[in-house]
Each structure stands twice: as structure tokens, then as C-alpha cells.
């Protein structure tokens, strides 16, 4: 991430370097009465100091001309600098940055890992960050990654489905598993790999077909969950019986934060 004094002065550079083609496009037209195409043509050569000039100038022009030269010069040199700036913190505070998420995620302990950043998988992170639980995202895309870095969660970017992805989430150490993408075959996948590494973790699989669940629980999921199913019911129950909803929803919430209840 470049910060916002590296952007100030790539700006500066640029404005810089445009203001000497202008200055030195209008003084050539003015003091040599070139045309826009030859003074802008004399102002770059001059700039690059290059010295291949169209016609001889007059010696007001070749005074004009030290004084685009200095200013060209130095313009360019600014804005070279300004650019290797940009370049090189972006780069350097982006393996820091990945260098201390790393070492983060390696000191977690009995934690969560949220594979898969979609919908679900946000409103898990969501959840568990209300409740202060330890937790890591871990997802292939750059802008999902990216988010989680924003709201301050650990993340990880990678497939899921490869054991080294697993393993630098901490698997050997994590409390459970959710698996949360929208993808079945990936969430079969993601559970077949993480049983396999783990035997005692606790492994959540959400399910978008129906015929999935079985297949999941045989890949070794300990619960299978689907969402529609879960929103299905929700949706029915609270047309049917209101009251009984607002009364569960009352007694397993305390103001903004909600009681978990675990089922061993």
C-alpha cells in the first residue's frame, strides 16, 4: 500500500515536468516563433538535453534554453526519484506487511479458520470478531484478502485446498475448520484435505445442494450446513410463529454481541 506522502510527491513530479513542457513550449513559440509542434519538439530536446536542434536559436532563445534546461533536468530527476519511491516502498511495505500477518497467524492457538470470503464466510468473520474470537481468512482472491486486511482480520491468500495453505493457517493448532465457499466440490475438497491433516479438528462444511451433505460428512465433516435450507426455516418460522422468534432472538443476544451455543 503506497502512502499518501509517496503519491504527494509522484504528483508534485508529474505537475513539475508538465509545467516545464508548457512553460517551454509557450516561451519558444514566443521568443523563436516556432510552431506549437517545433517548440514543443525544442522544449523535450532540450529537457532530455539530447542537443539536436531544428535551426539555430537567438540569443534570447539560447538564454531561454539554460533556463529549460535546468529546470527540465531537474524536474526529471525529481520525478525519477519520486518513482522509485513509489515503486520500492510499495514493495517493501507490502513483505513487511505479509511478513508480520505471517507472524501472526503462525502464534494462534485453538483458533478458527474461515475458508472462503464470500457472503457466509463474511458474516462468520463478522461474528466472530463481535465475540473477540481468534480467527483467519483464508481465500485466492487479492480483493477479498485485501478487505479482511481493511476490517483488521487476519488473512491469508491461497487455495484452501493445498495442505501448505492449511498448514500456515495454524491447522495443527485451530479449534475448528469452517468451510464456506459457494463452490461444493471446493468445500468436499477443502474437508477432505484438512481430515486428512487433522483428525480431531472440529470440521464445519457449508453445503449449497442438498445432495451434497452426505458427501461432505463422508469427506469428514463433523457438521453440515446449508444456508438457503437455514434461511428457508428461519424465514418460515418467523412468518408462522413471530413471537417465539423475537423470543429466541431476545435471549441469545445481550445488546450487539450474541451468546454462541456450542454443540460438542
Not at 504528483?11 to 514543443?40: H, K, N, P, W
Not at 475448528?176 to 477432505?192: G, K, P, R
Amino acid at each position: 500500500m503506497k502512502t499518501p506522502e509517496s503519491i504527494r510527491h509522484l504528483r508534485i513530479a508529474i505537475i513539475l515536468v508538465l509545467s516545464v513542457l508548457v512553460l517551454g513550449t509557450i516561451g519558444y513559440m514566443l521568443i523563436e516563433q516556432f510552431s506549437f509542434a517545433d517548440a514543443l519538439y525544442t522544449t523535450v530536446d532540450m529537457m532530455a538535453t539530447v542537443g539536436s536542434m531544428i535551426r539555430p536559436l537567438s540569443s534570447a532563445g539560447r538564454m531561454f534554453s539554460i533556463i529549460v534546461i535546468v529546470l527540465g533536468v531537474g524536474s526529471l530527476l525529481y520525478t525519477f526519484g519520486a518513482g522509485m519511491e513509489f515503486i520500492i516502498e510499495g514493495h517493501f511495505s507490502q513483505a513487511i506487511r505479509r511478513r508480520l500477518m505471517e507472524n501472526k497467524i503462525a502464534a494462534l492457538r485453538n483458533h478458527y479458520i474461515i475458508c472462503g470470503y464470500g457472503r457466509v464466510g463474511l458474516q462468520i468473520a463478522e461474528e466472530f470478531a463481535a465475540a473477540r474470537l481468534p480467527f483467519v481468512v483464508i481465500d485466492e482472491k487479492e480483493s477479498n484478502v485485501g478487505n479482511c486486511i481493511e476490517r483488521g482480520y487476519l488473512a491469508q491468500q491461497g487455495d484452501a485446498t493445498s495442505d501448505d495453505v492449511l498448514r500456515e493457517a495454524g491447522i495443527q493448532h485451530a479449534k475448528c475448520l469452517l468451510v464456506a465457499t459457494d463452490n461444493d466440490a471446493t468445500n468436499i475438497s477443502i474437508t477432505l484435505t484438512a481430515r486428512h491433516l487433522s483428525s480431531k479438528l472440529f470440521i464445519v462444511a457449508r453445503a449449497n445442494h442438498n445432495e451434497t451433505e452426505a458427501k461432505l460428512k463422508l469427506a469428514g465433516a463433523d457438521r453440515v450446513l446449508s444456508p438457503y435450507t437455514i434461511g428457508g426455516h428461519r424465514m418460515a418460522n418467523l412468518a408462522l410463529q413471530p413471537g417465539v422468534m423475537e423470543f429466541f432472538d431476545t435471549i441469545t443476544k445481550a445488546g450487539d454481541v450474541e451468546l454462541a451455543v456450542q454443540v460438542e
